[in-house]
């Protein structure tokens, strides 16, 4: 069947895929009846294409391979990782320059939490990124509503089980404490939804503040807060334990 093969995608993620736009965006350029496939216009997204035999055009032009972009951001609190709100919130695409090339965030940060946050349009690389199998490091700085025991930091770092099953064991490093309040460091291999937060409030305290300092080995240091820079080729490698360089141009 032709949805099984390996080679098939539904055509609003082809488009996606092809780093023009989001998912939303190609229902709707399909929707407008901008898109054919070898010639035929289409207004169905979940049209099976085979993305090695079949040709995709939007209002006329190929689809290109995108130059692919990998960014890293310091995103500030109050930002929604979003592309749009309905709200009218303010969302990490306000800090990025108007690009060419569809990008993305690799995962996502809730809008109270600070720190590192990969943009990309190379979605095996986000993928890679975001898979608990590929195992990719991430480091967090927390501040705890209330002093927290040498035992309940190792509850963190021998895995605490949450409603959608155990975590698995973390590196945690007491930063400090103050009168009230403890400082930590936390590093986990896993992407769950809030999972630090949650990871806490399992503890019976809450997390006044987040951030995240480092993903693999790409650290916070140097980089200011809202502001972006490209990952350089060594970088992407890294993160990824390949040769980036047929990956990245």
């Known amino acids: 069947?032709?949805?099984?093969?390996?080679?098939?995608?539904?055509?609003?993620?082809?488009?996606?895929?092809?780093?023009?736009?989001?998912?939303?965006?190609?229902?709707?350029?399909?929707?407008?009846?901008?898109?054919a496939v070898n010639g035929k216009i289409i207004q169905s997204p979940d049209l099976w294409v085979d993305v090695t035999r079949d040709r995709v055009t939007l209002?006329?032009?190929?689809?290109?391979?995108?130059?692919?972009r990998y960014l890293l951001l310091y995103k500030p609190k109050a930002y929604l990782t979003t592309y749009k709100d309905p709200e009218g919130r303010k969302t990490v695409y306000d800090l990025l320059p108007e690009t060419a090339e569809w990008i993305f965030p690799v995962g996502r940060l809730d809008q109270d939490t600070t720190?590192?946050?990969?943009?990309?349009?190379?979605?095996?690389?986000?993928?890679?990124?975001?898979?608990?199998?590929?195992?990719?490091?991430?480091?967090?700085?927390?501040?705890?509503?209330?002093?927290?025991?040498?035992?309940?930091?190792?509850r963190l770092r021998n895995g605490i089980e949450l409603a959608d099953g155990p975590t698995r064991p973390a590196a945690v490093k007491r930063i400090r404490d103050s009168a009230r309040h403890s400082f930590f460091e936390i590093t986990i291999t896993e992407g769950r939804n809030r999972q630090v937060r949650r990871m806490v409030e399992a503890l019976g305290a809450k997390v006044l503040k987040l951030v995240r300092t480092q993903i693999g080995p790409i650290e916070i240091a140097g980089l200011e807060i809202g502001k972006h820079r490209a990952l350089t080729t060594e970088e992407v490698r890294m993160l990824t334990g390949s040769n980036a360089s047929t990956r990245k141009s």
């Open 1 to 35: 069947m032709r949805a099984a093969q390996h080679n098939s995608k539904t055509l609003d993620r082809v488009l996606s895929k092809a780093g023009i736009g989001s998912r939303t965006d190609a229902r709707s350029w399909i929707g407008a009846g901008r898109v």
């Open 59 to 68: 209002d006329g032009r190929p689809l290109a391979a995108p130059q692919k």
């Open 115 to 154: 720190g590192l946050l990969i943009m990309t349009n190379d979605t095996d690389f986000a993928n890679y990124i975001m898979s608990p199998e590929s195992k990719v490091p991430k480091t967090y700085l927390v501040k705890a509503s209330t002093l927290l025991t040498d035992d309940q930091l190792d």
